[in-house]
């Protein structure tokens, strides 16, 4: 026992024996929960009323706690093989729906040939957050601050969904459709992202701002270029907390081209909204700073 | 297995438990209600302050982000038992010795963050200590005493090995 209390619990030698007792509390409307087996059968489920996936659960069960949310039918896809490799193939990295963000972070391969998303990884939750969330759940869920779906429509990347109807490929410019709106029929089911690997030309760059590291951004910057010469080509510039999805600032992007960063910073034509973190003028500000930043980093030779 | 109940087969603490849970039960509510392990912490209930913070087969997790029936056959380790087992000993006195806690709400949480760290072996940076608890508030200490706790046992286990 010391002066502050408690710290060093006395119980009983390990392991503990637990005390059983009936605890009613529980937060989420009732919904049935269902572990399923194969993607057919994900598929199948998901024709039932008001049935919704859960993946790495880091959001969804977030809005379930608050009800903001509340399905009927759970369809528990964690189980499902061969979701969660992540692989080079053919000039492109493949990520696995199921992949979670820990395994990213720590995914050579990512490191290696998908140099941005490696940067966006540590920006993404926290730890323990990042133990469970899925990639392929970040891009799903298409949450308009959120850093994945940033890097997939600034890397030019594709999702893979499995319907009723077979398989489909789906272009990031194409994906995001509104706030948390995606071009996902009811029954599809993400199952793979997919982006260019990186090759020498290839330089990326990537900042966010957050009142706390790992929480969702004030405003977020992903960019991808190519280098030519000197200067710069291909400058994809991908805002997120700027708007309902994520953003091209594309006069910006001609500007930065052109080599001139002020021009760049004078031609951002974002229109973002104010939010609880931020008004619409603090976020254009730092959409100015956060690209000066970004520029920095694409005209890093090696970046 | 589906429904708006499922029984589920967990090792708690190193203890097998068999229950009935609800579906829609979060796992931190199924330690503290139906187990009665109120070391870890319920705060704000959708992945923000990190105080419901326990590991699930070896890796931290949200309590309050996962279901209990998510946990059907994994194994899962509370504060009580890394306390139990003398696990985290060290981290505690640490604790205890730099005033590293003062209401003691996030810290079965911030325990169990700083352990993921520091079974890691390497000694970890200031900032890297201030990045691993950054999903753990506290919201007494202003932190400061948390990193010194961490670092200090950081070194001494280094010294140790």
Request: proline content about 4%; charged content about 25%.
């Given at each position: 026992?010391?002066?502050?209390?408690?710290?060093?619990?006395?119980?009983?030698?390990?392991?503990?024996?637990?005390?059983?007792?009936?605890?009613?509390?529980?937060?989420?409307?009732?919904?049935?929960?269902?572990?399923?087996?194969?993607?057919?059968?994900?598929?199948?489920?998901?024709?039932?009323?008001?049935?919704?996936?859960?993946?790495?659960?880091?959001?969804?069960?977030?809005?379930?706690?608050m009800?903001?949310?509340s399905?009927?039918?759970?369809?528990?896809?964690?189980?499902?093989?061969?979701?969660s490799?992540i692989?080079?193939?053919?000039?492109a990295?493949?990520?696995?729906?199921?992949?979670?963000?820990?395994?990213?972070?720590?995914?050579?391969?990512?490191?290696?040939?998908?140099?941005?998303?490696?940067?966006?990884?540590?920006?993404?939750?926290?730890?323990?957050?990042?133990?469970?969330?899925?990639?392929?759940?970040?891009?799903?869920?298409?949450?308009?601050?959120?850093?994945?779906?940033a890097?997939?429509?600034?890397?030019?990347?594709?999702?893979?969904?499995?319907?009723?109807?077979?398989?489909?490929?789906?272009?990031?410019?194409?994906?995001?459709?509104?706030?948390?709106?995606?071009?996902?029929?009811?029954?599809?089911?993400?199952?793979?992202i997919?982006?260019p690997?990186?090759?020498?030309?290839?330089?990326?760059?990537?900042?966010?701002?957050?009142?706390?590291?790992?929480?969702?951004?004030?405003v977020?910057?992903?960019?991808?270029?190519?280098?030519?010469?000197?200067?710069?080509?291909?400058?994809?510039?991908?805002?997120?907390?700027?708007?309902?999805t994520?953003?091209?600032?594309?006069?910006?992007?001609?500007?930065?081209?052109?080599?001139?960063?002020?021009?760049?910073?004078?031609?951002?034509?974002?229109?973002?909204?104010?939010?609880?973190?931020a008004?619409a003028?603090?976020?254009?500000?730092?959409?100015?700073?956060?690209l000066?930043?970004?520029?920095?980093?694409?005209l890093?030779?090696?970046? | 297995m589906?429904g708006?109940a499922?029984?589920?087969?967990?090792?708690?603490?190193?203890?097998?438990?068999?229950?009935?849970?609800?579906?829609?039960?979060?796992?931190?509510?199924?330690?503290?209600?139906?187990?009665?392990?109120?070391?870890?912490?319920?705060?704000?209930?959708?992945?923000?302050?990190?105080?419901?913070?326990?590991r699930?087969?070896?890796?931290?997790?949200?309590?309050?982000?996962?279901?209990?029936?998510q946990?059907?056959?994994a194994?899962?380790?509370?504060?009580?038992?890394?306390?139990?087992s003398?696990?985290?000993?060290?981290l505690?006195?640490?604790?205890?010795?730099?005033?590293?806690?003062?209401?003691?709400?996030?810290?079965?949480?911030?325990?169990?963050?700083a352990q993921?760290?520091?079974?890691?072996?390497?000694?970890?940076?200031?900032?890297?200590?201030?990045?691993?608890?950054?999903?753990?508030?506290?919201?007494c200490?202003?932190?400061?005493?948390?990193?010194?706790?961490?670092?200090?046992?950081?070194?001494?286990r280094?010294?140790?090995?």
């Amino acid at each position: 026992m010391n002066l502050l209390g408690t710290v060093r619990i006395d119980l009983p030698a390990f392991p503990v024996t637990i005390r059983k007792k009936r605890g009613r509390h529980v937060k989420p409307a009732p919904f049935a929960y269902k572990k399923v087996r194969s993607l057919d059968e994900a598929v199948a489920l998901l024709g039932e009323k008001d049935a919704k996936l859960l993946a790495g659960g880091q959001s969804l069960i977030a809005t379930l706690n608050m009800r903001l949310s509340s399905p009927s039918l759970l369809i528990d896809i964690n189980g499902l093989d061969g979701l969660s490799s992540i692989s080079g193939k053919g000039g492109a990295v493949e990520i696995g729906a199921l992949a979670r963000h820990a395994q990213a972070e720590r995914s050579d391969v990512i490191a290696k040939h998908a140099p941005l998303i490696a940067r966006a990884m540590p920006h993404i939750g926290h730890p323990a957050i990042r133990n469970r969330g899925t990639v392929g759940g970040s891009i799903a869920f298409a949450d308009p601050a959120a850093e994945l779906p940033a890097c997939l429509l600034a890397l030019d990347g594709e999702v893979d969904a499995t319907g009723p109807k077979g398989k489909r490929t789906i272009k990031a410019q194409d994906f995001f459709r509104g706030l948390f709106e995606t071009a996902l029929a009811p029954q599809e089911v993400l199952t793979a992202i997919r982006v260019p690997a990186a090759d020498k030309g290839a330089r990326v760059g990537f900042a966010e701002l957050a009142r706390r590291h790992g929480d969702y951004a004030i405003v977020g910057l992903a960019a991808s270029a190519r280098a030519d010469g000197k200067g710069l080509s291909d400058v994809r510039l991908a805002y997120f907390g700027v708007g309902n999805t994520p953003v091209r600032a594309k006069k910006a992007e001609a500007a930065l081209a052109s080599g001139n960063i002020d021009a760049a910073v004078a031609a951002l034509d974002l229109d973002p909204n104010d939010d609880v973190q931020a008004t619409a003028r603090v976020k254009k500000h730092l959409a100015g700073v956060l690209l000066r930043r970004v520029a920095k980093q694409l005209l890093e030779a090696g970046s | 297995m589906s429904g708006y109940a499922l029984e589920i087969a967990l090792t708690v603490n190193g203890e097998r438990v068999s229950e009935r849970v609800d579906a829609r039960k979060t796992l931190v509510d199924f330690l503290r209600e139906d187990l009665a392990l109120t070391g870890s912490h319920v705060g704000c209930e959708h992945g923000v302050c990190g105080a419901c913070t326990v590991r699930v087969d070896g890796e931290i997790v949200r309590g309050c982000l996962m279901l209990a029936a998510q946990c059907d056959g994994a194994t899962v380790d509370t504060i009580e038992g890394m306390s139990d087992s003398g696990e985290i000993a060290d981290l505690q006195a640490a604790f205890e010795q730099r005033n590293a806690l003062q209401c003691g709400y996030c810290t079965p949480g911030m325990l169990a963050a700083a352990q993921d760290l520091l079974k890691r072996g390497a000694v970890p940076s200031r900032d890297d200590i201030r990045e691993h608890l950054s999903g753990n508030y506290c919201r007494c200490t202003g932190y400061h005493a948390i990193v010194d706790a961490v670092e200090a046992v950081a070194q001494a286990r280094a010294k140790g090995r």
